[in-house]
């Protein structure tokens, strides 16, 4: 959705005000929405919840449990469920008629339905938090550390003379890049996790990154 400074400002005073954050996962969504949260008028959807409420999964692990490794047998068969659910879940989060809605997708919100991510465009303010060169390292770290579900779409490659496990941290990177370009795309900002992260970004500095440059 592609708006002023000025409109943003104003949708946000009348409780009009709709924006979607989209990024890798533990690059920093959720923290940025949590904040926002706190300090200003905004009504969060997580939408991660919402797939694990109508899944039945108690927790992120459980969820990540559940889809597995893309080396694990049927991973492709729960990759395509886990991407329907996700379809669902954006799209009840999109027809939501709360006031200044602040939408926290998953990473793999470019693969939903073609239609529903239209819609995602269209009506909201996307801000895309892209990962800085220097976080790379931590968010392939927390990828084992802490479980979430991931879709790799075809983007995981068994390499030579390395384990399962080893390639999996080869394929990261080259994952990472082919969805920036998707997430570039359909970004009507970009702010880096660096920012987002550094403990001297107040909140007020952080609503101001959020906004149009112009």
Not at 71 to 94: L, V
Not at 143 to 160: A, E, M, T
Not at 191 to 202: A, R
């Given at each position: 959705?592609?708006?002023?400074?000025?409109?943003?400002?104003?949708?946000?005073?009348k409780?009009?005000?709709?924006?979607?954050?989209?990024?890798m996962?533990n690059?920093g969504?959720?923290?940025?929405?949590?904040?926002?949260?706190?300090?200003?008028?905004?009504?969060?959807?997580?939408?991660?919840?919402?797939?694990r409420?109508?899944?039945?999964?108690?927790?992120?692990?459980?969820?990540?449990d559940?889809?597995?490794?893309?080396?694990t047998?049927?991973?492709?068969?729960?990759?395509?469920?886990?991407?329907?659910k996700e379809?669902?879940?954006?799209?009840?989060?999109?027809?939501?008629?709360?006031?200044?809605?602040?939408i926290?997708?998953?990473?793999?919100v470019?693969?939903?339905e073609?239609d529903?991510?239209?819609?995602?465009v269209?009506?909201?303010?996307v801000?895309?938090?892209?990962?800085?060169?220097d976080?790379?390292?931590?968010?392939?770290?927390?990828?084992?550390?802490?479980?979430?579900?991931?879709?790799?779409?075809n983007?995981?490659?068994?390499?030579?003379?390395?384990?399962?496990?080893?390639?999996?941290?080869?394929?990261?990177?080259?994952?990472?890049n082919?969805?920036?370009?998707?997430y570039e795309?359909?970004?009507?900002?970009?702010?880096?996790?660096?920012?987002?992260?550094?403990?001297?970004?107040?909140?007020?500095?952080?609503?101001?990154?959020?906004?149009?440059?112009?």
């Amino acid at each position: 959705m592609n708006i002023s400074r000025h409109d943003f400002s104003k949708r946000y005073q009348k409780g009009d005000l709709k924006i979607a954050l989209i990024g890798m996962s533990n690059v920093g969504k959720s923290y940025t929405a949590k904040r926002l949260v706190k300090h200003y008028e905004f009504s969060l959807i997580e939408v991660d919840r919402l797939i694990r409420k109508n899944m039945g999964h108690e927790s992120m692990k459980d969820f990540a449990d559940w889809q597995g490794q893309p080396f694990t047998n049927g991973y492709d068969e729960r990759e395509d469920i886990s991407i329907q659910k996700e379809t669902i879940a954006t799209k009840s989060a999109i027809s939501s008629k709360k006031k200044n809605t602040l939408i926290d997708t998953t990473g793999s919100v470019i693969y939903i339905e073609k239609d529903v991510l239209e819609e995602l465009v269209k009506n909201f303010f996307v801000v895309y938090i892209q990962v800085h060169e220097d976080h790379m390292e931590r968010l392939k770290s927390d990828y084992f550390s802490n479980p979430k579900p991931l879709v790799w779409k075809n983007h995981y490659r068994k390499i030579s003379a390395k384990t399962p496990i080893e390639s999996l941290f080869v394929c990261y990177p080259e994952l990472l890049n082919a969805r920036r370009k998707a997430y570039e795309k359909i970004a009507d900002k970009i702010i880096c996790s660096s920012k987002i992260l550094d403990e001297k970004t107040d909140i007020d500095e952080l609503f101001e990154l959020l906004q149009p440059t112009d």
